[in-house]
């Protein structure tokens, strides 16, 4: 059974960097297309960032220029460095393979981005 670990959130000042940890166990990373996902109070889970076959890394717009996605494949641990952190980056954030199946998510962790 796959288990998703997310760590890494806090609070940050507007303009500010985090970097979010996945770890999975049960399943290695390099065998999924995997994402980041985050969830806003009162909105739906988005899809913000991926990375795909070959390592193709793809953004949301909205993240495109400050955000990076990355594996660890001998750690089987996935990465998402947050630059220029914004309030529109607030946000419950998760990750999770990408595609038609999704495993069960994990708690998250929450990102808040406030002065």
């Known amino acids: 059974q796959v288990q998703l670990v997310e760590s890494g959130g806090g609070l940050v000042q507007p303009g500010g960097s985090l970097r979010l940890s996945c770890a999975a166990s049960g399943i290695p990373f390099s065998s999924n297309a995997m994402g980041w996902y985050r969830q806003a109070p009162g909105k739906e889970r988005d899809l913000v960032a991926r990375i795909i076959t070959g390592g193709r890394t793809i953004y949301a717009d909205s993240v495109k220029g400050r955000f990076t996605i990355s594996t660890d494949n001998a750690k089987n641990t996935m990465y998402l460095q947050m630059n220029s952190l914004k309030p529109e980056d607030t946000a419950v954030y998760y990750c999770?393979?990408?595609?038609?199946?999704?495993?069960?998510w994990g708690q998250g962790t929450q990102v808040t981005v406030s002065s």
């Open positions: 999770n393979r990408v595609g038609s199946y999704l495993w069960n």
